[in-house]
C-alpha cells in the first residue's frame, strides 16, 4: 500500500510522451524541395513545363502546373515573370537547343548533289525532333498563336527551304535568286518535301496512329521522288514566273 506522500510523488511525475514515428516521405521529400537550389528549382520548372503542355496545351495553367509540381504557384513567378516567359523558355529548350547550326551550311555544300544534301538533312531532322514533346508543343502553339511555330517555320524557311530551291536553280543551270528573286510556288516545292515527311510526325504524337519503323527508307523514298518530280517542274514554274 502506498502512503499519501508516495501517492502525491506519483501523481506529479509527468506522464511519458507519445514517441511519433519519422515517415520516409516527412524526412525526404519536404526537405529536398524547400532546399533545392534555385537554379535547380528552374529547371525542374522548364522540365515540367515542356511536359505540361505538351500534354494540355498553352491553355494549361501555370497553376495546375504548380500543383502538379508539388510547389506554390508564386515559386513559378519567384523564376518566370508571367506564363509567357515560361512558355519563351520552352521555345528556346525545345526548339533552338535542338536546331544544328550545320544544317544550312549541309544544303549549300556543292560537294555532294542536292538530293544527298537533303537525305542527309531530313534524316538528321527526324532523329532530333520526332518526339513527344516537340511535336505537340509545336502543334499547340500553332493553334493558340503564340508565335511559337511562326518563328521557329521562319528559321525553316531561311535557312533550308529557300537555299535549297536556290540551290535547284544552280542545278539546273537556271538564273540565280539574285538575279531572279524565288517565286512563292518555288519554295512551296520545298515546302510540300518537308511537309509530307513532318506528317509522319503528326501521324504518330498527335493521331496515335502506326507509322513505318524504317524511318530512314521512307525518307530516301520521299527526297528522292521529290528530286525527279522538282527537276521537271522548276524550269516550268521561272517561265511562268
Not at 506522464?15 to 519519422?22: E, L, T
Not at 509567357?84 to 555544300?109: F, K, N, T
Request: zero cysteines; charged letters at 30%; a positive charge.
Amino acid at each position: 500500500m502506498l502512503n499519501s506522500d508516495e501517492m502525491a510523488r506519483k501523481a506529479q511525475k509527468p506522464a511519458k510522451r507519445p514517441v511519433r514515428k519519422r515517415t520516409d516521405t516527412g524526412s525526404k521529400s519536404a526537405p529536398k524541395r524547400r532546399n533545392m537550389r534555385a537554379a535547380d528549382r528552374e529547371r525542374a520548372i522548364v522540365d515540367e513545363a515542356i511536359r505540361f503542355f505538351a500534354e494540355h496545351g498553352f491553355e494549361g495553367q501555370t497553376r495546375e502546373l504548380a500543383k502538379r509540381m508539388g510547389i506554390t504557384h508564386s515559386a513559378i513567378y519567384r523564376h518566370f515573370p508571367s506564363k509567357e516567359a515560361l512558355i519563351e523558355r520552352v521555345y528556346q529548350e525545345v526548339y533552338l537547343s535542338r536546331w544544328s547550326p550545320d544544317w544550312g551550311a549541309m544544303i549549300r555544300d556543292r560537294s555532294l548533289s542536292l538530293e544527298a544534301r537533303l537525305t542527309r538533312f531530313y534524316l538528321d531532322y527526324v532523329e532530333r525532333v520526332f518526339e513527344y514533346n516537340w511535336v505537340r508543343i509545336f502543334v499547340f502553339s500553332g493553334m493558340k498563336s503564340f508565335g511559337i511555330t511562326g518563328r521557329y517555320l521562319d528559321i525553316v524557311r531561311r535557312e533550308i527551304i529557300e537555299p535549297a530551291a536556290a540551290e535547284l536553280r544552280h542545278d539546273l543551270k537556271l538564273p540565280d535568286a539574285k538575279s531572279h528573286p524565288l517565286s512563292e510556288r518555288e519554295t512551296e516545292l520545298f515546302w510540300g518535301l518537308h511537309g509530307r515527311i513532318f506528317y509522319l510526325a503528326i501521324r504518330k504524337f498527335i493521331y496515335e496512329t502506326p507509322i513505318p519503323p524504317d524511318l530512314d527508307a521512307i525518307v530516301r523514298d520521299a527526297v528522292q521522288t521529290f528530286m525527279d518530280g522538282a527537276k521537271m517542274t522548276m524550269p516550268k514554274l521561272l517561265v511562268s514566273g
